[in-house]
């Protein structure tokens, strides 16, 4: 909560030492916003060196690609800010978009209900478990992430059905349709991340996430609601999940049983790379937003460069991983200090 509310110190603008509320300003700006820069200066070197990189299509691809991660790890975000974690992400994922596939034969909306429903109700049974039985993330969303998958390959009878999106339907028109070139999924995408940016920052659910966060026992002494926010949270991680699942098969006209296979790695790679503290108490979804972006222009540069193969993706991820981690660290400290 000390994060979200610095005091606003007015000085005059003239020379001399810095406000006391300065440096711990300074600090809390490169945490968040440090992403950015670094983002802002991969795109312009690449853009330099690669002039492929530079084009609109490329842009366009780029974002088609990504907004389906950023829909997970939107979710993610939240879930991580309150001091939890979500497994379950990707086998919700791609349980989302067989149900969407399977239940597009009786229109756009089945499509999309069918879908929210199963997943919401798996991230409400990830928020009880947590919340009210007092069991640890990690096990709760590492059994869910088995249970999903697990229902995932009985709905595709281990596989072998695969279920079509009709051709021409709103539905599919819904994943493949553009807007001035960018995808539906782009857009709706920014919009979500519009919504969970003011959620967070203008309302009082988003200030007891970080409450919560920041200290659960201190919470529940303020009078708020710690276990119901938790519940909360992780109804929309399984919703957004299941959202993105359902765009992903409008898009490929069918639901893929093999993806989101470490697609909760990326989400919550994205959100510590952002800036959001794994600890919980501190994080920003447009963080999350320039994290995604990031790893996404990585993946987008190793295959301008031809002469490397995908998996040098999971090493510069991992790398930059281990770099915010030790930064946020080093910020904290000095930040203490």
Avoid at 44 to 66: E, G, K, M, W, Y
Avoid at 126 to 135: E, F, H, I, P, S
Avoid at 242 to 266: C, F, K, Q
Avoid at 279 to 301: D, E, F, P, R, Y
Wanted: charged letters at 5%.
């Amino acid at each position: 909560m000390n994060l979200l509310s610095t005091a606003n110190a007015t000085t005059a603008p003239r020379p001399g030492p810095l406000p006391a509320g300065a440096p711990a300003r300074a600090v809390e700006l490169l945490r968040r916003q440090g992403v950015l820069a670094v983002l802002l200066l991969v795109v312009v070197v690449s853009s330099l060196v690669f002039p492929a990189f530079a084009s609109v299509d490329n842009a366009r691809s780029i974002t088609v690609q990504v907004s389906f991660l950023s829909i997970v790890a939107l979710g993610m975000t939240m879930v991580i800010i309150t001091g939890g974690i979500d497994l379950s992400v990707g086998s919700v994922f791609a349980l989302g978009g067989v149900l969407a596939a399977w239940a597009s034969q009786w229109g756009a909306v089945p499509a999309l209900l069918v879908p929210l429903a199963v997943c919401g109700a798996i991230g409400a049974i990830n928020g009880l478990l947590v919340a009210r039985a007092g069991m640890a993330p990690f096990i709760v969303t590492l059994a869910s992430l088995l249970a999903a998958r697990g229902l995932l390959l009985a709905l595709t009878h281990e596989g072998a059905t695969t279920y079509l999106v009709p051709r021409g339907s709103f539905f599919a028109e819904l994943g493949q349709g553009t807007v001035g070139g960018f995808g539906y999924p782009v857009l709706i995408a920014l919009a979500l991340f519009a919504v969970g940016g003011l959620v967070l920052q203008r309302t009082s659910l988003g200030q007891a996430m970080f409450a919560v966060g920041g200290s659960s026992d201190a919470a529940t002494l303020m009078g708020l609601p710690v276990a119901r926010t938790k519940v909360l949270v992780y109804v929309l991680s399984g919703l957004l999940a299941g959202l993105a699942g359902a765009l992903n098969a409008a898009r490929l006209s069918s639901g893929v049983t093999i993806i989101g296979v470490g697609m909760e790695l990326d989400a919550i790679s994205a959100v510590v790379i952002g800036g959001t503290l794994l600890v919980g108490g501190a994080g920003s979804v447009s963080g999350t937003l320039w994290g995604v972006l990031l790893l996404a222009v990585i993946q987008n540069l190793i295959n301008q460069i031809g002469s490397l193969n995908s998996s040098y993706q999971s090493v510069v991820s991992g790398g930059f991983l281990i770099l915010v981690v030790v930064t946020q660290r080093y910020l904290s400290k000095v930040r203490r200090t």
